[in-house]
């Protein structure tokens, strides 16, 4: 059976400003995830890994280049259609969680579902108690920083996306907690076959993913150390 594809990313160039005082964020980038898959990407501030980002979750387009979600192609795709491959198709998750501070873990996590219709959704309870969380009648402040990330991934989780895109999931935690958020990332991306790309500086939990990826000025290349 072939290996089903969740990202593929493939002569990417992504270049920002103009005349000579442009950068090049991209530079002939190509990233390839399969389903189930999970990958880190590292590298110093300004090395381009937020434009990846970016670019594999449908927010810029590249000025040139092809980006695919399964067997959607993102190029020329419409701003509405866009939006809507972003709800349904990919899951984001953010440096502390970016929850909502008047919702309850639980509302939180039905919100994706009030936006419009979606062809896989996840059965919200269940979904909490996957990732550890038997908080759900409590609101972000009565929640640790560490529960606050798992209600976010399990957030981005509801829509059964193709594409999970993680942007330094433990910059606010510990070194304890940080363990425990990317375990539970590499559990969920194996368990339900979701092609995962996470942008960290912590190299301490890179044990965690499969391949590693380093970023440097633009250039994308398999990690050797």
Do not use: W
């Not at 990417?12 to 000579?20: A, I, N, R």
């Not at 873990?105 to 550890?132: F, K, S, W, Y």
């Not at 790309?197 to 633009?218: F, I």
Request: glycine residues 10%.
């Amino acid at each position: 059976m072939a290996t089903r594809t969740g990202l593929e990313i493939a002569g990417v160039t992504l270049v920002h400003g103009d005349g000579e005082s442009t950068v090049t964020a991209l530079d002939d980038v190509s990233l390839t995830v399969a389903a189930g898959e999970f990958v880190a990407v590292v590298g110093p501030s300004g090395s381009g890994k937020s434009s990846l980002l970016a670019v594999a979750g449908g927010l810029i387009t590249p000025d040139s280049g092809r980006v695919r979600i399964g067997d959607t192609d993102l190029t020329g795709l419409s701003a509405r259609r866009l939006a809507e491959v972003r709800r349904t198709r990919i899951g984001f998750v953010f440096r502390s969680g970016n929850l909502l501070p008047s919702l309850t873990a639980v509302d939180q996590l039905r919100l994706p579902l009030t936006l419009g219709r979606v062809a896989r959704p996840r059965d919200p309870m269940e979904l909490l108690a996957d990732v550890g969380m038997t908080h759900r009648a409590h609101r972000p402040d009565k929640l640790s920083g560490g529960e606050r990330q798992r209600v976010g991934i399990a957030r981005a989780l509801m829509t059964s996306p193709d594409l999970l895109l993680v942007d330094e999931p433990t910059a606010a935690l510990d070194r304890h907690r940080s363990q425990e958020v990317v375990a539970l990332l590499a559990h969920e991306a194996h368990a339900n076959g979701v092609a995962t790309v996470m942008v960290t500086h912590d190299h301490d939990v890179l044990s965690h993913c499969g391949t590693v990826y380093r970023m440097m000025d633009g250039i994308l290349e398999v990690a050797t150390d």
